[in-house]
């Protein structure tokens, strides 16, 4: 690919909206959602368009960072649409895809509700401090992130079958797509959808502490059974989580969790250097009362 191959895709995706950016911001206009439509190739990738990919996570990271300045934004990254687009007009790249293990399951009805929820769901999460200008803590509840509020929504990526999955989906970050596809987690939560499983941080106050840290490790096993496709039978609380597969990606996704149930704000590294589950329980637990200014 020749650096002028690699630029021409570029102008659309990062020229087009680096100046949408700064014309709103030279004109001082609060815009109510801010959505751009991305791909999957920025994080699967695909022979022979790097370009298109390196456009793509641009475009996710450019969302994230209009997150850092308080500024509405959402990328939803768009795999393969089932009945339209290339795809669906070029059979051969069709079988192609179908021959690998992915499965076509966005129609272009989901592409309309994701737009729809990016669009109700523009901005992110308020910080602690200004949810209440009051000198008193804010309840748990008050202070936990909305559902969707993330700056990226990918659509499309399902894989179902193992035997044919490219090599890198090994790679224990990716269990979350093949496992939904499948089905060797049935009751992984892909949107943070916790329904059926007791708030670890209920009745803080009144809950022993030792039920209170059994029912947060309880939920990690839960959550690292999610995203690392391994069956929950065979996490121990007495073992890290590296020992799972968690690495640094996949431990970002465990913080985002634990910072919607808890509202304690961990760094990746203290989730992959604890020695244990239960340990990394006690230290939310113990965080949590600090933070709310109780021993």
């Known amino acids: 690919m020749t650096h002028a191959g690699f630029k021409e895709p570029m102008h659309a995706k990062v020229s087009g909206l680096m100046n949408?950016?700064?014309?709103?911001?030279?004109?001082?206009?609060?815009?109510?959602?801010?959505?751009?439509?991305?791909s999957f190739v920025g994080i699967i990738g695909n022979p022979g368009q790097s370009n298109y990919a390196?456009?793509?996570?641009?475009q996710d990271a450019f969302v994230r960072y209009r997150h850092k300045l308080g500024l509405p934004a959402t990328a939803v990254d768009l795999g393969v649409v089932a009945g339209v687009g290339y795809v669906a007009r070029n059979r051969d790249t069709e079988k192609k895809l179908m021959d690998k293990g992915l499965n076509f399951t966005?129609?272009?009805w989901h592409v309309h509700q994701l737009v729809?929820?990016?669009?109700?769901?523009?901005t992110p999460p308020a910080p602690a401090s200004a949810i209440s200008s009051t000198p008193i803590s804010p309840s748990p509840a008050a202070m936990r992130p909305q559902q969707f509020t993330s700056a990226q929504l990918v659509a499309g990526l399902f894989i179902t079958d193992v035997l044919k999955m490219p090599t890198k989906f090994i790679d224990p970050k990716w269990s979350i797509i093949y496992s939904t596809g499948l089905g060797i987690n049935p009751d992984s939560d892909l949107f943070g959808d916790d329904a059926g499983f007791p708030d670890p941080m209920r009745d803080i106050d009144t809950r022993p502490a030792e039920d209170v840290i059994n029912d947060l490790c309880a939920g990690i096993i839960r959550k690292t059974a999610s995203l690392t496709g391994t069956p929950k039978e065979e996490i121990k609380e007495d073992h890290s989580l590296k020992r799972y597969g968690m690495d640094s990606l996949v431990a970002v996704e465990m913080r985002n969790w634990l910072l919607k149930v808890s509202t304690v704000e961990l760094a990746a590294a203290d989730i992959l250097n604890a020695a244990s589950i239960r340990e990394l329980g006690e230290k939310i637990y113990h965080a949590y009362k600090a933070k709310m200014g109780k021993k």
């Open 106 to 108: 966005c129609e272009e």
């Open 116 to 122: 729809r929820m990016a669009i109700d769901n523009p």
């Open 20 to 38: 949408l950016h700064h014309s709103f911001q030279r004109a001082n206009h609060r815009l109510n959602f801010f959505v751009v439509l991305s």
């Open 54 to 58: 390196a456009a793509g996570t641009f």
